[in-house]
C-alpha cells in the first residue's frame, strides 16, 4: 500500500501538537507493571484512526520514534520494531482488521517509524473488544452514541458482501443464545460485557449479525456465524468432503459428507472426517522419544480448509468448499480466487494478506475457529515440513483456488494411507 503522505507532510504531521490524526511515541520501551504498554497504546490509537468518529475522512498516523513535543528520539527502527506493529494488524486481536502500512522513513533527519491507518469501511474496530475512538488529540472509548454513529455510518457505505442484509432472514433464523453464551464474551473484554445495558438488537446490530437496530435483518456474516440453517439463504455455504479410492474422480468413492450448519459446524465436522482417515505411524527407533508420522499433517489440513472457507467468495456462486481426498493427495478447492492485495503472483507471500471476508474472519476469531491472521499458509507449510512432506502448491484462477497437498509416501506410510 503507498503511503498517501509525502516526507515533508509528514514531518509537518509530526510536529503539530493539536492534530486529531496524529499520534507519537518515543519507543516501545517495557511497560510498569499493571500498565499497557506502547504497542498496546499504539493498537489503540490504530482503533481509534480506523473508526475515524470525527469524520475526518484522511489517513492518522502514528510515529514512533517521536516525542511529544514533535521531535525525533532518534531510536533504532529495526526490523523487529517494525514486525511487531505490522503484528497489530494480523494477531488477532485488532478486529475487524484494520487497513494499515508500517515503515521506516527518514524525517527530521532521523529514522522513524510511520504506522499509517485508514479509515474503516466496516466500523465498529475494537482493540481488544473494545470500540476507542478520537476526541481531539486524545483517545477515549467509544460511548452508546458514538457506536451508533458508527454503525449508521457502515449501513450508508458500500459494504463489503459478507456485511448485507438477507432480507428472507429473520432474528428467528439466527442462535440468540449461541450469540449471548459464545460470541459476546469472546468479542468484548469483561469490563464491558459486565457494563453492557444494551437491548439483545443493539448487541447484534454492534457485532454486525443484523442490519440495524431498526431493521434486525440478519447480515451474511450473522448467517454464517449463527445461523440455524444458512444454507437455506447461502445455498453454496458448505463443505463438500469426498474420499476417493485411488488418485481420480472416477475412482469408486470410499466415503463422502456434506458439511452444512454454520462454519464452526462445517469446520468441526470436516476435521473429524480428515482426522478418521488420516493414517499414523510410530517411530521408537530413531531416539529416546517417539516420532509420530502422519499420511497428511493434519495441522496444514485443517489451517488450509480454515483458509478456504474464510476467504471464498459467497457472492453469485452456489458453489460450495470442496475436499477430495485421494489415495496420493489432498485436494481444497475454494470459490473465488486471489482477492486485494493479494495477486495470483504473490499468492502465499509471508505477512501478505487481505480479506474478501473481514467481518467473517472476525467471526472465525471471535468463535476461536483462527487466532491469528495471515499465518495460516505459514503454519501449513511448517507442519508439512516437520511431517517430511512436499510443501503445498497452490493453482490461483480468477474464479477459484486450489491448494494440492501431496501424501506422505515414505517412511513406513503408503499412499494407501495403510500403516507399513
Not at 139 to 168: K, M
Not at 250 to 255: F, G, L, N, Q, T
Not at 342 to 365: C, H, I, K, Q, W
Request: hydrophobic content about 35%; proline content about 8%.
Amino acid at each position: 500500500m503507498t503511503n498517501p503522505y509525502s516526507d515533508p507532510t509528514l514531518e509537518a504531521l509530526m510536529a503539530d501538537l493539536e492534530s486529531e490524526v496524529v499520534e507519537r511515541k518515543e519507543s516501545l520501551r517495557k511497560a510498569p507493571p499493571g500498565k499497557d504498554g506502547p504497542i498496546e497504546d499504539i493498537r489503540q490509537a490504530v482503533c481509534a484512526f480506523a473508526n475515524d468518529v470525527p469524520g475526518h475522512n484522511r489517513p492518522g498516523v502514528v510515529f514512533v520514534g517521536a516525542r511529544d513535543d514533535g521531535a525525533p528520539s532518534g531510536i533504532p527502527i529495526t526490523d523487529r520494531l517494525l514486525q511487531r506493529l505490522a503484528d497489530i494488524k494480523t494477531d488477532g486481536h485488532t478486529l475487524p482488521p484494520p487497513t494499515m502500512s508500517v515503515e521506516k522513513r527518514v524525517l527530521a533527519g532521523h529514522d522513524v517509524a510511520v504506522v499509517t491507518v485508514h479509515p474503516s469501511d466496516a466500523p465498529p474496530v475494537r482493540a481488544r473488544g473494545r470500540i476507542w475512538i478520537r476526541v481531539g488529540p486524545r483517545r477515549a472509548v467509544a460511548s452508546a452514541q458514538d457506536e451508533r454513529i458508527l454503525n449508521e455510518r457502515r449501513r450508508h457505505r458500500d459494504t463489503p458482501f459478507d456485511l448485507r442484509p438477507l432480507y428472507r432472514a429473520t432474528l428467528s433464523d439466527l442462535h440468540i443464545r449461541r450469540f449471548e453464551e459464545d460470541y459476546l464474551p469472546g468479542a468484548l473484554d469483561p469490563e464491558t460485557l459486565a457494563a453492557n445495558d444494551r437491548t439483545q438488537e443493539e448487541r447484534l446490530a454492534a457485532a454486525r449479525m443484523i442490519l440495524s437496530v431498526e431493521d434486525p435483518v440478519p447480515t451474511v456474516v450473522g448467517m454464517l456465524a449463527l445461523g440455524r440453517s444458512p444454507q437455506d439463504f447461502l445455498p453454496g455455504a458448505y463443505i463438500q468432503f469426498l474420499r476417493i479410492e485411488g488418485t481420480g474422480l472416477a475412482d469408486s468413492i470410499r466415503d463422502e459428507a456434506r458439511c452444512t450448519g454454520d462454519v464452526k459446524k462445517q469446520l468441526d465436522r470436516l476435521i473429524l472426517k480428515l482426522d478418521a482417515h488420516n493414517r499414523t505411524t510410530v517411530d521408537i527407533t530413531s531416539g529416546p522419544r517417539e516420532i509420530r508420522r502422519y499420511l497428511q499433517a493434519p495441522d496444514a489440513l485443517r489451517q488450509i480448509a480454515y483458509n478456504a472457507v474464510m476467504h471464498r467468495t459467497y457472492e453469485g456462486t452456489n458453489a460450495p468448499v470442496r475436499v477430495t481426498w485421494y489415495d496420493d493427495r489432498v485436494e481444497i478447492i475454494s470459490p473465488g480466487g486471489a482477492y486485494g492485495a493479494v495477486t495470483a503472483e504473490e499468492f502465499g507471500r509471508p505477512g501478505l494478506a487481505d480479506y474478501r471476508n473481514p467481518s467473517l474472519a472476525e467471526a472465525m476469531r471471535v468463535l476461536g475457529i483462527v487466532q491469528r491472521f495471515g499465518v495460516g499458509i505459514g503454519i501449513a507449510r511448517d507442519a508439512l515440513s516437520r511431517n517430511e512432506q512436499e510443501a503445498p502448491e497452490f493453482e490461483v484462477r480468477p474464479n477459484y483456488l486450489r491448494c494440492t497437498i501431496r501424501a506422505r509416501t515414505d517412511g513406513g506410510v503408503a499412499a494407501d494411507g495403510m500403516a507399513r
